[in-house]
């Protein structure tokens, strides 16, 4: 009799399990992943856009290098690969969906900054950019300068956009959509005369079979952006653990893999990996 009561307790709990994980996990208590053990899965923001750091493919699967990188720390954390949810974190839903609690973690090209510290911690870093500009293969522009009263493309909420107001181009007319892909979709259509982030985003978009040929790097490093992976505000033990598997990524081999893979095909020049808290101003 008290096994069955027992035997019938444990089919309710697993009955209540697979309903849970049926819709995704999410028990609206912005528990975005507590640890090991048990089916719960993690949930972690990237970009869906961005050939070569983080693509959702046609097919449903997910690319890049933030992928990658997201995939080797989050197995660190205790989730192997088939449970990761991913989340697509725009540029400028970053700060709040760590606050929300919406993902425990982004990977998604998300540059260290002082104003953001504010708002997130981060783990990292663990990749160094430098905003540049995509122009058309044929186009005159070649300096920061050459952009004054022309038109030019970025995302709101990013480093790229703001580095154009305070200096870089303050006089040229810029246009801020939510995602990279849209700028150049204006680069291509003769919208926009040139679209500026990190050169990591714009050698993946411009090395698409799609476009090949068609655009240009300036070549110039117009910022120093580190890629640190953001975690909400006072969560130091998850900052602690992600930064223990970076370094463990970049000593086992990985990193290099990974660099390789993803940034390979675009003819990518990555800079060397980062120590970890060493931000390059
Ligand atoms: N790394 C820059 C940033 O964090 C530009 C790329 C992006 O918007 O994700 O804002």
Redo the contacts with the bound molecule.
Sequence with gaps: MKLRKATAAAAAALVLSLTATACGGDDGDGDSGSGSGGGDKIKIGI?YD?PGLGLKEPDGSFSGFDVDVATYVAKELGYEADRIEWVET??AD?ENALARGDVKFIA????I?DE?KAKVDFAGPYLL?H?DLLVRADSDIAEGTDLNGKKLC??T??????NVKDEIAPDAQLKQNGT?SECIAGLQSGAVDAVT??DS?LAGFAAQEQYKGQFKLAGLKLSN?N?GVGVKKGDTETVNKINDALEKMVSDGSWETAVKENFGPANYKNEQAPKIGQIVQ
């Design positions: 970009k961005q725009k540029s970053r998604a090209t998300y540059s900054t953001r950019a905003q970025s995302v909420g990013s480093t790229s956009a703001q990279y982030t990190d985003i952006e890629y």
